[in-house]
């Protein structure tokens, strides 16, 4: 079986940053095409305008990885399963759940591969501490992901438009950390997003969770935090507190430390190379679940506007 020859569509930061290097790196893998209607092409790559056009004139592909802005996944990674190609969306997988639970019946229906790629699940951390935590009682959990969105975030407009999620763009990373590592499943009690007066996502959210066995999870997003940025998840337990920092890729126990390679993106590639030798998608809805939540049950504040 040869590599499977795939298309990157959306050549923006995470695609460049990330998706190619680890594409590069797996031998499973061929860069076959980018399609990004602005972006430079590759040299010795197709570059096509859209995916149209890449379907239309370009080179065959077996696969597509989708890393455009949530609001346009949904036409692209449908129009792909029509060609019969297996999608790798990025995070989040969508912009509503109702898209994605389509495409997933499509992918089904046409015997093909959709993963719903969750990077930070694969932090070097995150499967220690699921393990750690499996037989561990569990008092109190509280995740702080605060950041300065100039920093991370320049200049990128729609993650302020509707689905693009705004703070929750990133807090989703945590969400999809502590649904992995938690022994149970966990809902919304209560949130508060708040909202500049001239954007339509939130620039903060607190929110507190129930496990089913009635734990609290409180969680702190914030994106004008300035000075020290923090990605951690703090886990208070019968044996001691559990902490993931650095967005799960530094694991601290009550005896240990442990610095873990970076290894998100090459885990997710394989991980995707799997499931299409298998025959199998990875679909996993329950972060956004979590958010779709907050949008849907959370009270609404208006604050100060922000400009880039
Ligand atoms: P970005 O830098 O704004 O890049 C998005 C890219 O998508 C741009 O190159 C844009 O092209 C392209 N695009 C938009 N509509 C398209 C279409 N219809 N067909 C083809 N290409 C299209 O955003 P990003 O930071 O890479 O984020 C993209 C996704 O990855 C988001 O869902 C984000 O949550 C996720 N992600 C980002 C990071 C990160 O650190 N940045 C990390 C993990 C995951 P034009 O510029 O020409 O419009």
Partial sequence: MGPIRVAVVGMGKIACDQHLPAIAGNAAFRLT??????????????????????????????????CTPPQVRYELAREALVQG???????????????????????????????????????????????????????????????NVRVWHPGQAWIWEPGGLGVFDPGINALSIVTRILPRAFFLRSAVLSTPVNRAAPIAAKMRFNDTAG????MDLD??????????????TDAGRLKLTKGGAVLELPSSIEHGEDGEYPGLYARFATL????????????????????LRGHRETVEAFDD
């Avoid at 980018?34 to 379907?55: N, T």
Wanted: net charge negative; hydrophobic share 45%.
């Fill in 33 to 66: 095409a980018v399609v990004s209607p602005g972006a430079p092409g590759i040299e010795g790559v197709a570059c096509c305008e859209s995916l149209e056009a890449l379907f239309r004139d370009g080179p065959a592909v077996d696969a597509v990885v989708i």
């Fill in 215 to 218: 734990v609290e999870i409180s």
């Fill in 276 to 295: 299409i030798h298998s025959g199998c998608s990875d679909v996993d809805t329950t972060p956004l679940r979590l958010v779709a939540d907050a949008f």
């Fill in 85 to 147: 190609v297996h999608v790798f969306l990025e995070k989040p997988p969508g912009a509503t759940l109702a898209e994605v639970a389509a495409l997933e019946e499509q992918a089904s229906a046409n015997g093909l591969t959709l993963f719903a790629g969750w990077h930070s699940r694969y932090a070097a951390g995150v499967e220690p501490a699921r393990a750690w935590l499996a037989d561990r009682r569990i008092d109190n959990v509280s995740i702080s992901w605060r950041e």
């Fill in 223 to 236: 994106w004008r935090q300035t000075g020290p940025q923090s990605w951690d998840i703090v886990v208070e």
